[in-house]
């Protein structure tokens, strides 16, 4: 691999190439799936395919590429714990794909991917870095048995890969792939490519695939999709074998632009080098930074550092979720206290607790927008026309929030400060006393899943069996209190209100 290619350009070539083999270029659909109630976000490309995968719905072209906008954040699909603190987690991302609808199957869907990946007028990734796996049989459903995808394995070795780099896994989590507990499904086979040991996130010097310490990285999914599971698990064939890929686009980045870390691809750099701009921290003494030992905040009001690796881990939370809120408020969505507005609103408040963390001013959020901007335009170019609109959610969810966590997060800091350094505590041997997580939550409004979050990035377990304790006793209180007082004498609109918001609080 001699050139070093950008995002923008990995994304064109991947529809280009397709585009010239005949697949008609389909733009991305929008992150919140239209009829489809069984998913929270678009979560892979083939989403908005669905129905015509199903037989249900017939459109012009048989073959079709997308770049797809995709969340995976809440439902099935949820990485949002895991952001910052790996190199390939996110809750937005870009899945590039190719589909056949009946058209072409596994033979043309291998040897697209195999030119795509290796051919030096193409990606030219050499072959030696590569790792091809297949389906290699499981149950899958009750009684039903799929036998291994020689097939699959056999065209990889005709196209060209190394035969002992072919290998065949057997069950249904790796090589089986599945939209949802119901829906269109099928046996996959991935390519991996080989980071080196750099990569390895356990210091594996030489450990052989696959290994999970983070050497080896999936790049592309090939489904071979053949059946449609229904509700009671049954799998039903689709009415012709289809194809489904999906290559996450930041995963490629990295490769081909030699990184281990997705967050050091030119797709998140600037978004991190703003960050720590805005947040007037350097990026580079971050890097060099072991894992902080100590230095407790010098004042209770600012949060201390985080044990669990310095600023840095902070600042890829606020670039990758800068991305998602961006691209989810340009699809509609703005933050509530249910469904995906909610989902939002967790995202949102997550990258202002990483600010907070940064000891960074407000507001913070609106001025790294034009940095997601400047970076997506070119292929999504609704987000100038809606950048007003982005900024000023932004602006207001982070305005009400600050004024929530200014003196909660004081408060929470205050309580946990004693047990720091307290290995039973921060093994969790000991859990934060969710008595004292429900006054902060009643007194100050701090939200138990961003307590969860905040003790969770310094090693604390939280109580929440003692949290819902302290939560019923209230409400038994509170509930005592009424006694005597006529409830028809409110205005019954109040009376509802009141009741909603003492069952369903913000958590
Ligand atoms: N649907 C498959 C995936 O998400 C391939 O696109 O991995």
């Keep these: 691999m001699t050139k070093v290619w950008t995002g923008n350009e990995i994304r064109s070539t991947f529809l280009k190439f397709f585009e010239e083999r005949g697949h008609r270029v389909v733009r991305s659909s929008s992150l919140v799936p239209a009829n489809d109630p069984t998913l929270l976000f678009t979560n892979a490309g083939m989403n908005q395919f669905k129905d015509v995968f199903l037989g249900i719905e017939q459109r012009d072209y048989k073959r079709a590429v997308s770049c797809q906008k995709c969340v995976r954040a809440g439902g099935k699909h949820n990485d949002l714990e895991n952001v910052g603190f790996t190199n390939r987690h996110h809750t937005f991302f870009e899945m590039l794909g190719n589909f056949s609808f009946g058209d072409y199957f596994k033979k043309d869907a291998i040897a697209f991917a195999w030119e795509l990946i290796t051919s030096p007028h193409w990606y030219a990734i050499p072959i030696e870095k590569l790792y091809f796996t297949v389906f290699g049989g499981a149950e899958v459903s009750p009684g039903v048995a799929l036998p291994p995808d020689h097939d699959a394995?056999?065209?990889?070795?005709?196209?060209?890969?190394?035969?002992?780099?072919?290998?065949?896994?057997?069950?249904?989590?790796?090589?089986?792939?599945?939209m949802g507990d119901t829906g269109p499904c099928g046996p996959c086979s991935e390519i991996h490519y080989d980071m080196g040991p750099a990569a390895s996130d356990e210091g594996h010097a030489d450990c052989k695939f696959p290994c999970d310490c983070g050497r080896y990285v999936e790049i592309w999914n090939l489904v071979f999709m053949q059946f449609n599971r229904d509700a009671s698990g049954k799998l039903n064939p689709l009415p012709k074998p289809s194809v489904d890929t999906g290559a996450g686009l930041e995963r490629l980045a990295a490769v081909l632009q030699g990184k281990i870390s997705n967050f050091d691809t030119d797709l998140f750099q600037p978004l991190v080098e703003e960050a720590a701009n805005l947040a007037r921290v350097s990026t580079e003494s971050e890097r060099n930074r072991a894992f902080v030992t100590k230095g407790m905040g010098e004042s209770a009001a600012i949060p201390p550092p985080r044990s669990r690796g310095g600023r840095l881990p902070s600042l890829r939370i606020i670039a990758d979720h800068s991305r998602a809120a961006t691209f989810l408020i340009s699809d509609g969505v703005v933050p509530s206290n249910e469904g995906r507005g909610y989902v939002l609103r967790k995202i949102i408040r997550r990258a202002l607790l990483q600010v907070r963390f940064l000891k960074a001013d407000f507001p913070f959020l609106s001025l790294i927008l034009p940095s997601v901007v400047a970076g997506m335009k070119s292929a999504y170019p609704e987000l100038e026309e809606k950048f007003a609109h982005i900024a000023r959610i932004l602006d207001e969810e982070e305005k009400q929030f600050s004024r929530t966590i200014d003196t909660g997060l004081k408060k929470l800091y205050e309580d946990v400060e004693p047990d720091l350094w307290s290995k039973e505590k921060r093994l969790g041997l000991i859990a934060f006393s969710g008595e004292k997580a429900f006054r902060l939550y009643d007194t100050y409004g701090l939200p138990l899943d961003f307590m969860r979050d905040v003790l969770g990035d310094e090693g604390f377990a939280l109580d929440e069996v003692g949290f819902n304790k302290a939560m019923e006793e209230q409400r038994a209180r509170a509930k005592a209190s009424w006694k005597g007082v006529h409830k028809?004498?409110?205005?019954?609109?109040?009376?509802?209100?009141?009741?909603?918001y003492r069952t369903e609080p913000d958590f």
């Design 153 to 178: 394995a056999s065209l990889w070795v005709a196209t060209g890969a190394p035969k002992d780099r072919v290998i065949e896994v057997p069950g249904l989590s790796d090589n089986f792939w599945a």
């Design 488 to 500: 028809e004498a409110a205005n019954p609109v109040y009376t509802k209100l009141a009741e909603t």
